[in-house]
């Protein structure tokens, strides 16, 4: 099933340490099958409040999920975006499109 690494970050401080992570973490992506399906962008706000920006980075499968983030590549870059933002990240499984929302009762 598709996994999904999600982040929400606040307080990006723009600075050589970013701009040298974003330009290394396509590369840690590629291995594992990831690539980015939402990354900024201008968001719309239709309910509530929203404090940061919201990245989703989409794998084919848990194990791809995981091994991306826990790879050495990743690791060795990840210093760069977390000493140089605030937020937090997460990894979460994607549901098939037969899914309704009272699955979740079951």
């Known amino acids: 099933m598709t996994h999904y ?7 990006v401080r723009l600075n ?10 396509d590369a840690t992506l590629a291995p594992f099958d990831g690539h980015f399906i939402v990354h900024g962008g201008v968001p719309e706000f239709v309910e509530g ?5 919201l990245i989703v980075i989409e794998f084919p499968s848990y194990e ?7 790879s050495p590549e ?6 760069l ?8 990240a997460m990894l979460v499984g994607g549901v098939g499109r037969d899914h309704v929302a009272t699955d979740v009762l079951k």
């Open 49 to 53: 409040e929203w404090d940061g920006t």
């Open 81 to 88: 975006r977390t000493d140089n933002s605030d937020g937090v």
């Open 5 to 11: 690494a999600i982040a929400n970050l606040r307080n």
């Open 64 to 70: 791809h999920a995981r091994g991306w983030y826990a």
């Open 74 to 79: 990743y690791q060795k870059i990840l210093p």
């Open 16 to 25: 050589a340490g970013i701009v040298e992570y974003l330009e290394r973490i």
